[in-house]
C-alpha cells in the first residue's frame, strides 16, 4: 500500500507548526495533535538560515551526522580516572612561574573584571612575585606576567580559574583515550581566590592548601593502585541527588571516602590529617572541581573531529562568554558577551552587585551535567524557579539541542534515561534553545567573594558566529 | 496622548494569535491604540502608517516582538503593558495544560511521535519550504498552509514528496479532509464514498458541503494549492491524488476541482483520467467540455452540478434528492423591484472559487464584468478600491491580506466596502458568501448584519431597492449553527441562495433587463 493510502487507514497524528487555532480545531475532531513550539530559525537572520540549510545538504548532513555520532561516542566512551595531585609547574603543560591561566576565552589584564581582576592579584601575590595587591596590579599591567586561558593547556579553572605555578592541581587521565585534563583544588569558603577575594585570609589559605593538602592528597594517590573511576563516581552523586555543578553534597562525600583510606596512610601528622578532613566537610563544594576536570577530559577527546558540529567548550572569563567546536580544531574560541546570571543572592546583596557570568564550570554543562542534569536535583530546584516540574523541563528541553543521551549517566527521575550529551550547533540555531548553565555569581568589585548562585544562558552570538564557520569548512 | 514601545527580543507569536491578542489589547480600556506586531518590514510599514513609527520600532528585528501603547499618559501606559503581558502568558498557560512535551523542531517531535503522520505548516512563507522539507524528510505528509513561497521552492518540495510517496498540499492550501478529519480551513461533512482533488480551497468546500446536502459523503479531500496545475509545477499533486484515490478502496467517484489548468497539464490529468478505473467528475471553473469528455471523464460547469454528478454515480436515487431549483417567481419580482439605471452586480466574496463561480456565470450573459481575479488584463480593476459595471471581489486576493487576516477570519475590509457599494444608484444587487466551518469567523452573517439592514432602509429612503443576496457556505454539523445564520440573513432582508452556483445564477438573472 502506497504511503499516500496508507494515511487514508491510518488514525490521523498531525504535528503543528505555526497557527494555535488550527490545533484547537483538531482537538475538537478528536485528532492527535502537537503543536510545536516553534520559533524562526537562526532569529529569522538569512545568512544563518542560509548556513543551515548548506549543512543540511544531504551530501553534507551524512558527513555530519558521521563526526557528530564519532564526537558522541568519544564523550560517552571516555573514562576519566583521578590518577594524582600535584604542583601546576610539574604537570600542566606549557606551566611558568610568571604564568597566570585563568577561566574562559584569552583576556588581556585591562580588560579583565572586577573578580579576575581580584584573583589575579591575589594569586601573584601568594606566588610571591610581589608584596602586596597594589604592585601585584602593577606587575599584572606591566606585562610580565603571561595571561593564558586554563582551556589552552588542558586545565578548567571554576569561576575567575586562576591558577599560578605552585598550586596543586588533580590530575584526571582518560583510560580509554589516553588524554589528561588538570584542575584545580576547591577553596571551600565563599570569600575565596576563584570569587576574586584576595585579603590575608584567602592568602593563608592557599599557602595552607599548597603546604598540607596539596602534598596530603598527593602522597595519598601514590598509595591508590587503580586511581578513582570518577565517572563511575558521577553516576553515583547523580543518582544521590547531586547535578554536580551547583550541588555537590553527595558526590564530595563519595570522593573523600574513596581519599580517605589513602590519606590516612601518608606521613603527615594526625592533627594536619584532621585539618583535611574538617577543610572537606566545611563545604559541599570540595568535589565541584574534579567533576568539571572529568568533563573537560571526555571533551578534549571529542575535540577536533572534522565536520562535527558538536560543542566541546563553554567557557567565560567574565567579560565575554566563548565556546569551541569540535569542527573546527585547535583554539579557535566563538564568542559573545558574557550575561548576568539570575538567581537567588545571598542576604544583603542585590543583583546590581552581581559580576557577569565567568568561569570555566560550564565544561559540567557542555558534558551534560549542571544545568543538563537538573532533573535529578530537586534539593536546588529554587534555583530554576522554584518546581521540580521546572526542573526537568530543563532537562528535557536541552534534548532538544544535544545528540545523544549519555547511557552511562543516568536520571532515575525521567526513567534512568541518559543526561543528555552533545550540544549541536545546528540544533541551538534552528530552534533557539540556548543551553542552560548552573553557577555561582561573584561580587563585580574584587575582593568579596561569591554572593549567590543562579542560572544563565549564553549569548546566541557565540553560537551563530560558530556556525557560519562550520558553514565555511564543512563542504 | 502618550506613545510607549516594549519590543521583546527574539519572541516569536504567529500572525493569527498576533491579530487576537492585538484585538484584546484594544478593547483594554485605558489604550487609545495598541500594536502588538512582529518587527517584519511590513508590519514597520503598517505602523508608519499610523503614525506610531519610533526609532525603537524602526531597530527591532524580524524575530522581535514589537508592542506599541497609544493611551492618555505614561502611567497609563504602563498599566495597558501589564495588561498586555497578562494576556500574552494566559495564552502560554492554556497551552501547556493541553500537551505534556514542547518540542521546538518537526525532528524532535518525530522522534518522540513515532505515529506522527502529518504536519500543517502555517509559518510566515520565508520560513516555511525549510520547514516542509524538513517534514518531507522526516516522512510525515505535509499541509503547507503558508503562501510567499516561491514556485521553485514549490517543484523543489513536490518532487521530493513524489520520490517519497508522500503528500504535499500546498503552498497556500488552506483546506484539507483526511481520514474523516477537517484540517485548516473546512467544513464538517458526513463520511462517504467521494474523493476529492481541489486546487482551490472554497470550491472544494462548496463541493463537499453540496455533496453532503445531496445526503452523499467524502472519503479524503485532497488540497494541492492553487498553483498545481500550472505549467511549471505540472499537476504532480493532483495526479498522485487521483492515483490515491483510484486505489483507496472507500472512494467510490472521484470529483477534481480546480481553475482552468495549464494545457500541458490538462493533457497530462485528462489522460490520467482515461486510464482510471472510476468514474470522475471535472469542475474546473470555465473549463471544456468537450475535452473532459472526451477523456472519459463527467464533465460538470458548475459547483452543485458537480456534486450533484458525483452523488449519482456514487449511487444517489436522482428522484429523491431536493435539488433545489432556482426560483424563478422570485427573479420576477426582484427585477420588477429595480430601477433602470440599476444594472450591475457587485460581488464581495471571501472565498476565491466562490467569486470566480459566480463572475463566469455572469460572463455568460454580460462583457463587461470586472474583477481583481480576472485573467484577461482588460477585464480586470485598474483600482481594486474602485468598482467597475459588474464586478466581482475576491477578498481573500493579496491585495487584499498584505499585513491582514484573510477574510473568513477578519470581515472589517469587506464591511467598508459593501457600505461603499451600496450607495452607488447603479447597483442591483450585492451577492455575498459566508463562509462557516473550521478555521472560519464565529458569526460571519452577524458582522455584516447591521451594515446590510442600513444600507437596505437608506436605499429604500432614496426611493431604490437594493437587492442584497447571501449564500452561507456551511453544513449543519459546523459549529456556527447554520439555521441561525440563515435566519439572521433573512431578518435583514436579504435573499438567501442555497448554493454557490444558485448565488452566482440568481445575481446575474436579477440584474438581466428587457427580456
Known amino acids: 500500500m502506497s504511503k499516500i493510502n496508507e494515511l487514508f487507514t491510518n488514525k490521523l497524528n498531525v504535528i503543528n507548526v505555526g497557527i494555535e487555532n488550527f490545533r484547537d480545531d483538531l482537538f475538537k475532531q478528536n485528532a492527535s495533535v502537537t503543536h510545536l513550539d516553534w520559533t524562526p530559525p537562526g532569529r529569522g537572520n538569512p545568512e ?104 589552552e593547556h588542558n586545565c578548567v579553572g571554576s569561576m575567575a580559574g586562576v591558577t599560578s605555578a605552585s598550586m596543586f592541581m588533580h590530575i584526571v587521565e582518560n583510560r580509554t583515550y589516553g588524554n589528561i585534563a588538570y584542575t584545580n583544588l576547591s577553596e571551600q569558603m565563599s570569600k575565596i581566590l576563584r570569587m576574586g577575594a584576595n585579603d590575608e585570609s584567602v592568602i593563608h589559605r592557599l599557602i595552607w592548601m599548597r603546604d598540607v593538602l596539596g602534598p596530603i592528597l598527593r602522597d595519598a594517590m601514590k598509595l591508590s593502585p587503580n586511581g578513582i573511576d570518577l565517572r563511575l563516581m558521577l553516576s553515583q552523586a547523580l543518582h544521590m541527588g547531586d547535578e554536580c555543578h551547583n550541588r555537590n553534597v553527595a558526590g564530595t562525600t563519595l570522593l573523600i571516602q574513596a581519599l580517605t583510606p589513602y590519606i590516612i596512610q ?37 575535540h577536533g573531529i572534522e565536520n562535527s558540529t558538536i560543542v566541546t567548550t563553554m567557557a567565560r572569563n567574565g567579560v ?77 528541553k536541552m534534548a532538544e539541542i544535544t545528540t545523544i543521551e549519555n547511557p552511562n549517566v543516568t536520571i532515575p527521575m525521567l526513567d534512568f534515561i541518559g543526561i543528555p550529551t552533545g550540544i549541536d550547533i545546528q540544533k541551538v540555531i534552528q530552534t533557539g534553545i540556548m543551553p542552560i548553565i548552573n553557577t555561582a555569581i561573584a561580587h563585580k568589585d574584587a575582593g568579596i567573594g561569591m554572593i549567590g548562585a543562579g542560572i544563565v544562558n549564553p549569548p546566541i552570538e557565540a553560537f551563530e558566529k560558530a556556525l557560519l564557520a ?5 563542504k | 496622548m502618550t506613545v510607549q514601545v516594549l519590543v521583546k527580543p527574539n519572541t516569536y507569536i504567529d500572525s493569527v494569535s498576533l491579530m487576537s491578542l492585538s484585538t484584546k489589547a484594544n478593547q483594554i480600556e485605558i489604550v487609545e491604540q495598541a500594536i502588538i506586531a512582529m518587527g517584519t518590514e511590513m508590519n514597520k510599514e503598517v505602523i508608519r502608517n499610523v503614525g506610531l513609527m519610533t526609532p525603537e520600532v524602526e531597530s527591532a528585528k524580524t524575530s522581535d516582538l514589537v508592542i506599541i501603547v497609544k493611551a492618555a499618559s505614561e502611567e497609563l501606559c504602563e498599566g495597558a503593558f501589564e495588561s498586555i503581558n497578562e494576556l500574552l502568558t494566559k495564552k502560554k498557560d492554556s497551552s501547556k495544560g493541553k500537551s505534556e512535551v514542547k518540542y521546538s523542531t518537526i525532528t524532535s517531535a518525530v522522534n518522540g511521535i513515532p505515529e506522527a503522520n502529518l504536519a500543517i505548516i502555517a509559518v510566515n512563507g520565508s520560513y516555511a519550504p525549510r520547514e516542509a522539507r524538513k517534514a518531507l524528510e522526516n516522512n510525515l505528509h505535509v499541509m503547507l498552509f503558508s503562501d510567499n513561497v516561491s514556485i521553485e521552492d514549490e517543484i523543489q518540495l513536490k518532487t521530493l514528496a513524489q520520490e517519497k510517496g508522500l503528500l504535499m498540499m500546498g503552498p497556500d492550501c488552506g483546506t484539507a479532509i483526511i481520514g474523516n478529519v477537517a484540517l485548516c480551513f473546512a467544513n464538517a ?65 472521484i470529483v477534481l476541482v480546480s481553475k482552468p489548468p495549464a494545457p500541458s497539464v490538462e493533457e497530462k490529468v485528462l489522460a490520467q483520467i482515461k486510464q482510471c478505473k472510476k468514474p470522475v467528475v471535472v469542475w474546473f471553473v470555465g473549463g471544456n467540455e468537450e475535452k473532459v469528455t472526451q477523456a472519459g471523464g463527467h464533465f460538470a460547469k458548475m459547483s452543485k452540478e458537480a456534486a450533484l454528478k458525483a452523488v449519482l454515480l456514487a449511487g444517489a436515487d436522482e428522484s429523491k434528492l431536493n435539488k433545489r431549483a432556482l426560483n424563478l417567481p422570485l427573479i420576477e419580482e426582484v427585477r420588477a423591484k429595480l430601477n433602470p439605471e440599476q444594472k450591475y452586480i457587485r460581488g464581495l466574496f471571501s472565498g476565491g472559487t466562490l467569486c470566480d463561480e459566480a463572475m463566469h456565470i455572469a460572463m455568460e450573459k454580460f462583457d463587461n464584468v470586472y474583477s481583481n481575479i480576472q485573467r484577461e488584463p482588460e477585464y ?89 443576496i447571501g449564500y452561507i457556505l456551511g453544513t449543519e454539523l459546523d459549529s456556527q449553527n447554520i439555521e441561525g445564520q440563515i435566519n439572521k440573513l433573512l431578518a435583514s432582508g436579504a435573499t438567501h441562495a442555497s448554493s454557490s452556483q444558485n448565488a452566482g445564477l440568481l445575481a446575474r438573472e436579477f440584474v438581466v433587463k428587457g427580456e
Open chain 1, 48 to 151: 544563518l538560515i542560509a548556513a543551515l540549510d548548506k549543512l543540511e545538504d544531504p551530501s553534507v548532513t551524512d558527513k555530519i551526522e558521521a563526526a557528530n555520532k564519532a564526537a558522541v561516542e568519544r564523550i560517552i566512551n571516555s573514562q576519566p580516572v583521578l590518577i594524582g595531585f600535584d604542583q601546576a609547574i610539574n604537570v600542566v603543560p606549557g606551566m611558568t612561574k610568571n604564568t597566570i591561566l585563568h577561566a574562559g576565552p584569552p583576556i588581556t589584564w585591562d580588560k579583565m573584571n572586577g573578580p579576575m581582576k581580584g584573583a589575579v592579584t591575589g594569586a601573584i601575590v601568594f606566588e610571591g612575585l610581589a608584596p602586596n595587591i597594589e604592585e601585584a596590579a602593577e606587575l599584572a599591567a606591566s606585562g610580565e606576567i603571561i595571561f593564558s586561558p586554563c582551556h
Open chain 1, 320 to 396: 565575554e562568554f566563548g565556546i569551541r567546536v569540535s569542527g573546527i580544531a585547535g583554539n579557535v574560541w566563538f564568542t559573545g558577551p558574557a550575561q548576568q546570571v539570575i538567581g537567588p543572592m545571598f542576604a544583603g546583596y542585590k543583583p546590581e552587585d552581581s559580576g557577569l557570568d565567568i568561569g570555566d564550570s560550564a565544561i559540567t554543562e557542555t558534558y551534560g551535567i549542571g544545568g543538563f542534569a537538573m532533573a535529578t536535583a530537586p534539593a536546588i530546584v529554587s534555583l530554576v524557579g522554584g518546581t521540580v516540574d521546572d526542573a526537568i523541563s530543563y532537562t528535557t
Open chain 2, 380 to 468: 480586470r480593476l485598474k483600482d481594486v478600491r474602485v468598482s467597475q459595471d459588474h464586478t466581482f471581489i475576491d477578498f481573500g486576493d493579496d491585495q487584499f491580506t498584505q499585513g491582514k487576516p484573510h477574510p473568513m477570519i477578519d470581515p472589517s475590509t469587506r464591511i467598508e466596502r459593501f457600505i461603499q457599494e451600496a450607495k452607488d444608484p447603479s447597483v442591483g444587487v450585492i451577492v455575498m458568501d459566508f463562509v462557516l466551518g473550521f478555521g472560519a469567523h464565529e458569526d460571519p452573517v452577524g458582522a455584516m448584519l447591521p451594515a446590510i439592514i442600513e444600507a437596505k432602509q437608506v436605499a429604500e429612503e432614496e426611493g431604490r431597492h437594493l437587492e442584497v
Open chain 2, 189 to 253: 461533512v458526513r463520511k462517504g464514498n467521494i474523493g476529492i482533488v481541489g486546487a482551490s480551497g472554497t470550491g472544494s468546500q462548496e463541493v463537499t458541503v453540496r455533496i453532503h446536502e445531496f445526503g452523499g459523503g467524502i472519503t479524503q479531500l485532497i488540497g494541492t494549492g492553487g498553483r498545481d496545475l500550472s505549467e511549471e509545477v505540472g499537476g504532480i499533486m493532483m495526479l498522485a491524488g487521483i492515483k490515491a484515490l483510484e486505489e483507496d478502496d472507500a472512494t467510490k467517484v
Open chain 1, 470 to 474: 562550520l558553514s565555511e569548512e564543512i
Open chain 1, 266 to 302: 601518608t606521613n603527615f601528622t594526625v592533627e594536619q590529617k584532621k585539618e583535611v578532613f574538617e577543610f572537606v566537610s566545611s563545604s559541599d563544594y570540595f568535589s565541584g572541581p574534579t567533576w568539571m576536570a572529568l568533563c573537560k577530559c571526555a571533551l578534549d577527546a571529542a
